[in-house]
């Protein structure tokens, strides 16, 4: 099974379609690192690579990430002609499996993906630290970013609460479990229910962030307790004073994600055991 699920990775992932998609998503960083790029020349500093967790903060391109793993997962569960062949040579819970496998590890890669990206894009301005950088603290702690029109939205606490490379960390494993979840989600839905009630169920978790940034703060952190997609958002941890907090705090969030992917499995079990898997006529 472990082959299986390596192929059905490697055949998910690495493809010209999601080749497209980071492509886009560069594109996109790229509009947050000009303005960088130009703070970088008037104050003279280089930036850490920790900078791009800013821009996973922003609530635009955190809604754009999380449309673009709906994306990512989209072509799943597989049933098409090779997919049905391996559900009928491996019985439908070995399949199951192997697709949960697959996304476990396309989650991982995705991400890897993202930091990858912003990684290559610092490189002209890098600062060569684990620790946040003057340059962060300096947008942080003054009105530079107002000044030189920054984007900057990490909380000065949430900076002060742990060294960089810890929160980097931190982002590391939380985003990737919530691509995890939203694949894990595309598979249950689309086994118990069709594809397309899966896409548009994924698709609202994916804009809340769009939607919320509007709303005041206490409806804000409200909505924030439940939302997966709204945890992309890292630098909005560990507010000071809980009165204006937009996040819940970090224990609460890794507690609810385990209980959405146990939620999400169970579901997946669910559909499996009660879906007769009729070829859908996709050949790829």
């Known amino acids: 099974m472990g082959k299986y699920i390596w192929n059905l990775y ?9 080749l497209v998609l980071f492509i886009i998503l560069f594109v996109a960083f790229d509009s947050f690192y000009v303005e960088l790029d130009y703070a970088c020349k008037i104050l003279d500093y280089p930036c850490s690579f920790w900078y791009f967790l800013n821009i996973m903060t922003n609530h635009f391109m955190c809604g754009a990430i999380g449309l673009s793993s709906v ?36 989650g991982f890669s995705f991400t890897a993906v993202l930091f990858f990206t912003g990684w290559i894009r610092m490189l002209p301005h890098m600062d060569w630290t684990l620790s946040w950088g003057r340059m962060m603290k300096t947008l942080a702690v003054t009105n530079a970013a107002s000044q030189l029109n920054v984007t900057f939205v990490l909380k000065p606490s949430f900076m002060q609460s742990m060294e960089a490379w810890q929160a980097g960390l931190l982002a590391f494993m939380l985003d990737s479990f919530v691509f995890i979840l939203i694949g894990f989600l ?29 709303w005041n703060l206490s409806r804000h952190l409200m909505i924030n307790l439940f939302s997966p997609v709204s945890w992309l958002q890292t630098g909005l941890f560990y507010t000071e004073n809980m009165t204006y907090a937009e996040m819940p705090p970090v224990l609460w969030i890794w507690g609810m994600l385990a209980v959405y992917l146990a939620l999400a499995v169970v579901l997946a079990l669910l559909a499996a055991k009660r879906n007769h898997f009729q070829w859908n006529g996709e050949e790829e």
């Open 71 to 106: 994306y990512l997962f989209s072509n799943a569960p597989y049933l098409n002609r090779n997919g049905m062949y391996q559900m009928i040579r491996q019985g439908k819970y070995k399949w199951l499996l192997s697709q949960l496998g697959s996304i476990i590890l396309s």
């Open 186 to 214: 595309l598979l249950a839905i689309g086994l118990l229910f069709n594809r397309m009630a899966a896409l548009i169920f994924t698709g609202i978790l994916a804009i809340v962030p769009f939607v919320t940034n509007s």
């Open 10 to 18: 490697v055949n998910r992932f690495y493809t010209k379609r999601n």
